[in-house]
C-alpha cells in the first residue's frame, strides 16, 4: 500500500493524509461520491483500507504504489464489465489513477448497485 508509515490509520482522514497528494485528491473525489451516493453507509477502516458498510460490507478502496483501487465485489465487476474496459480489474476490483479517475456517475451507479445486492440478501 502507498500510504506512508506510521502505524495503522484509525480514520479515513488518517488514512488520506497518509497517502501521496496525487492519489490523494482521487481517492477523496472518490469517499465524495460514495458518501452521496450512500448517505446511510458508514465509514469504517477494514484490512487498514478505507471501506463502507451498509447491511453488511459494501464498497472500499486503497492506494497502492502505481494504482489506487476500487472495490466493489465480484458480482459488479462481472456485470460491469463492458462499462468497466477502460480499466484494470481484479476479481473484485477496479484500478485507476489520479490521470485516469473512474468517473463519479459509474461510481454512483456502483455504489448504488452494492446497496441493492447487500439489502436483498439482508432480506432473505
Not at 6 to 30: E, F, H, I, M, W
Request: hydrophobic share 40%; aromatic share 8%.
Amino acid at each position: 500500500m502507498a500510504a506512508k508509515k506510521g502505524g495503522a490509520a484509525k480514520t479515513v482522514d488518517d488514512y488520506l493524509a497518509r497517502v501521496p497528494p496525487g492519489q490523494r485528491t482521487a481517492l477523496q473525489s472518490l469517499r465524495k461520491t460514495i458518501r452521496a451516493a450512500a448517505p446511510q453507509a458508514t465509514e469504517v477502516i477494514s484490512y487498514q483500507m478505507p471501506g463502507y458498510k451498509h447491511a453488511g460490507y459494501l464498497v472500499g478502496f486503497a492506494a497502492f504504489k502505481d494504482h489506487c483501487s476500487f472495490f466493489v465485489g465480484t458480482s459488479l465487476v462481472r456485470s460491469y464489465k463492458a462499462e468497466l474496459k477502460r480499466f484494470d480489474t481484479t476479481k473484485g476490483g477496479i484500478h485507476f489513477g489520479p490521470e485516469k479517475p473512474l468517473p463519479a456517475a459509474l461510481v454512483r451507479e456502483l455504489v448504488k448497485a452494492r446497496i441493492a445486492e447487500n439489502e436483498g440478501r439482508s432480506r432473505k
